[in-house]
Nanobody, 118 residues
Framework: QVQLVESGGGLVQAGGSLRLSCAAS????????MGWYRQAPGKQRELVAS???????NYADSVKGRFTISRDNAKNTVYLQMNSLKPEDTAVYYC????????????WGQGTQVTVSS
């Protein structure tokens, strides 16, 4: 059974930085792409950034220029470097990864809280 475990969330002042990490473990052959979603109270979960094993990235318009996603394919680990954080970035951030054996299966982490104070 595949598990995704996030770390690195916390409380930070506006303008500060956080680095989120997500490591996959279990019965893993490949997970591609991997990404980060976030969900704020009263809002639906939205894609923040994603990255393929080949290094192709995609970002939400709201985080372009501030966030950087990267991954270590050998470790099935994905990172999200978040700079110039804003209060509107406050949300639960979820790591995700698509099963290499099926385009219909997506793994999810439990989420990590990111709170940005003004």
């Amino acid at each position: 059974q595949v598990q995704l475990v996030e770390s690195g969330g916390g409380l930070v002042q506006a303008g500060g930085s956080l680095r989120l990490s997500c490591a996959a473990s279990g019965s893993i052959f490949s997970i591609d792409p991997m990404g980060w979603y976030r969900q704020a109270p009263g809002k639906q979960r939205e894609l923040v950034a994603s990255i393929t094993s080949g290094g192709s990235t995609n970002y939400a318009d709201s985080v372009k220029g501030r966030f950087t996603i990267s991954r270590d394919n050998a470790k099935n680990t994905v990172y999200l470097q978040m700079n110039s954080l804003k209060p509107e970035d406050t949300a639960v951030y979820y790591c995700s990864g698509d099963a290499g054996w099926s385009a219909r299966v997506r793994y999810w982490g439990q989420g990590t809280q990111v709170t940005v104070s003004s």
